[in-house]
């Protein structure tokens, strides 16, 4: 799969309020891929895509779309792209989504048949065809995602970006805007998607960046990334009592162990040859309850968005 996006080396201190919210980030976006970008909340997302979309001016660094340099002519990105950014719309709120379909179609060069025909598949997809005609200021918040959602798809872009799509939907819009997506991407759209639902990234995506006070501090495949941290075995323990200062010095001997909550703690066997004496272990304590899990974005959130 080709390049789409290339963002190379990109940083960004706001002068006013004097916060480097961007430092040194280098990511590419190829052809069918979707990508999680994930974060804290003011770790650095929404300017990094200000900057790729040229809203915003980086200190240093530049982007290319399909090879060419778009840092501070971006014509050309913005004809293969669409976007949804948080704050900011995409629409307009006194027209209905038909209206907006075919004006905003209109300006990526469909014609009113087709800019109709695209915007008005995708909200039957998520069952909100009788809203066509109603003004966007009249619908929910979550449904007014969704046509702003519709708005950036509605010319088939090379290039989406999203942030925070799934802001206001339900499961099943949740599940719908996850099958567009996966959809969109098996055509060959590039797609950066930023959330805090990680389960949704999760399902969603199949590769994740993770900015941390403005710098990337993971760029992996998701699969990859999760396959390796699940060569560890973690249990969930209930017991009837604490564990004893004897008990957890055996433990910590072998494992990673952390107390959740009163008399129950979380245990990661990283080497997969104690597991045997770490059971040993683990039967010799009063056991109300015990459940294996999986890791899973939470663990990886949790180990690189720290503080
Ligand atoms: N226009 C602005 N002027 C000054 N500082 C800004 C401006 N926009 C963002 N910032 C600061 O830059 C940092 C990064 O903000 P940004 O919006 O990029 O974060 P984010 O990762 O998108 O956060 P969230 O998940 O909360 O949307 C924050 O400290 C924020 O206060």
């Not at 206001?168 to 060959?188: C, E, P, R, V």
């Amino acid at each position: 799969m080709n390049t789409l996006l290339t963002v190379k080396n990109i940083s960004k201190t706001y002068q006013k309020s004097n916060v480097k919210a961007v430092s040194n980030v280098s990511f590419n976006v190829n052809s069918g891929d979707i990508v999680a970008f994930l974060g804290s909340n003011g770790a650095g997302k929404t300017t990094t895509l200000k900057v790729i979309l040229n809203l915003v001016s980086p200190d240093q660094g530049k982007i290319f779309f399909n090879g060419q340099d778009v840092t501070h002519n971006n014509l050309l990105l913005l004809k293969n792209s669409g976007t949804l950014l948080e704050g900011s719309q995409n629409m307009f709120f006194a027209l209905s989504p038909i209206e907006n379909f075919v004006y905003l179609g209109g300006q990526r060069g469909l014609s009113r048949k087709d800019a109709k025909k695209n915007g008005l598949a995708i909200m039957e997809k998520f069952n909100l065809i009788e809203k066509k005609n109603t003004p966007v200021a009249e619908l929910s918040r979550g449904m007014q995602q969704i046509v702003g959602v519709c708005c950036a798809l509605i010319a088939k872009p090379k290039l989406l970006i999203l942030d925070e799509p799934t802001l206001g939907l339900d499961l099943n819009s949740t599940k719908t805007m996850i099958k567009m997506l996966q959809f969109s991407a098996s055509k060959g759209a590039g797609i950066i998607v930023t959330t805090h639902q990680l389960d949704f990234a999760q399902r969603v995506a199949n590769r994740i960046l993770l900015i941390n006070h403005g710098k990337l501090v993971l760029s992996d495949d998701i699969k990859n990334r999760l396959e390796q941290l699940n060569q560890q075995t973690i249990f969930l323990l209930k017991l009837s009592r604490a564990i004893s200062e004897n008990e957890k010095d055996k433990i910590v001997a072998l494992c990673k162990l952390k107390s959740i909550t009163q008399n129950n703690y979380q245990i990661s066997v990283e080497n997969q040859k104690d597991l045997p004496q770490v059971l040993k272990i683990l039967s010799e304590l009063p056991i109300e309850n015990l459940q294996t899990r999986t890791k899973d974005l939470n663990d990886i959130f949790e180990d690189y968005a720290r503080d």
